[in-house]
T-cell receptor, first 116, second 115 residues
Framework: DQQVKQNSPSLSVQEGRISILNCDYTNSMFDYFLWYKKYPAEGPTFLISISSIKDKNEDGRFTVFLNKSAKHLSLHIVPSQPGDSAVYFCAASAGRGSGNTGKLIFGQGTTLQVKP | NAGVMQNPRHLVRRRGQEARLRCSPMKGHSHVYWYRQLPEEGLKFMVYLQKENIIDESGMPKERFSAEFPKEGPSILRIQQVVRGDSAAYFC?????????????FGQGTRLTVV
């Protein structure tokens, strides 16, 4: 049962354009969402997060949008740079209240390639 | 300020041997999570520990796998009698004590190869 899904295995965009990575989830108990970036042979690096009480969070070139009714979130990168080429993972957590342990449930990842 | 440290980075074991993976969390962090990434897949939760306690091991295989986080020293993920299917990247993450919703910081992982 894949509770967090990234349906696009890969995405290719031109440098300077917008990259939009999508993520869907099924568990309505999730209340915190994160995006991680991962280079080969390295650990995931935290990018940006959003709490379920918000619908948008912005940090520099990165913006995450959350649509709770659709159980959908997206990561926008603008402008995209060649150094952004990596695998991007969406993750969700049910927080640490009510017995939840805060473990992260990850999507399968989307490989982003930004072409110069 | 050192990040999450995992060692070894690469580990090769023959079938039937034991594998020990170590994780030192970031300074001040007492929550440790272990995740496994099989080839071409996302990270899968295995176990969540606080100092001297296993809080959630719902993602850990029932046999051959164990984890600990002693009062002193790193967290250890132990795999007994390894099989080829255990070949994967194992990541440790830590987060601060008493935090609510916050990001977990990952180590660089241990790549286990079973031959």
């Amino acid at each position: 049962d894949q509770q967090v899904k990234q349906n696009s295995p890969s995405l290719s965009v031109q440098e300077g354009r917008i990259s939009i990575l999508n993520c869907d989830y099924t568990n309505s108990m999730f209340d915190y969402f994160l995006w991680y970036k991962k280079y080969p042979a390295e650990g995931p690096t935290f990018l940006i997060s959003i709490s379920s009480i918000k619908d948008k969070n912005e940090d520099g070139r990165f913006t995450v949008f959350l649509n709770k009714s659709a159980k959908h979130l997206s990561l926008h990168i603008v402008p995209s740079q060649p150094g952004d080429s990596a695998v991007y993972f969406c993750a969700a957590s049910a927080g640490r209240g009510s017995g939840n342990t805060g473990k992260l449930i990850f999507g399968q990842g989307t490989t982003l390639q930004v072409k110069p | 300020n050192a990040g999450v440290m995992q060692n070894p980075r690469h580990l090769v074991r023959r079938r039937g041997q034991e594998a020990r993976l170590r994780c030192s969390p970031m300074k001040g962090h007492s929550h440790v999570y272990w995740y496994r990434q099989l080839p071409e897949e996302g990270l899968k939760f295995m176990v969540y520990l606080q100092k001297e306690n296993i809080i959630d091991e719902s993602g850990m295989p029932k046999e051959r796998f164990s984890a600990e986080f002693p009062k002193e020293g790193p967290s250890i993920l132990r795999i007994q009698q390894v099989v080829r299917g255990d070949s994967a990247a194992y990541f440790c993450a830590s987060s601060p004590l008493g935090s609510g919703n916050t990001e977990a910081f990952f180590g660089q992982g241990t790549r286990l190869t079973v031959v």
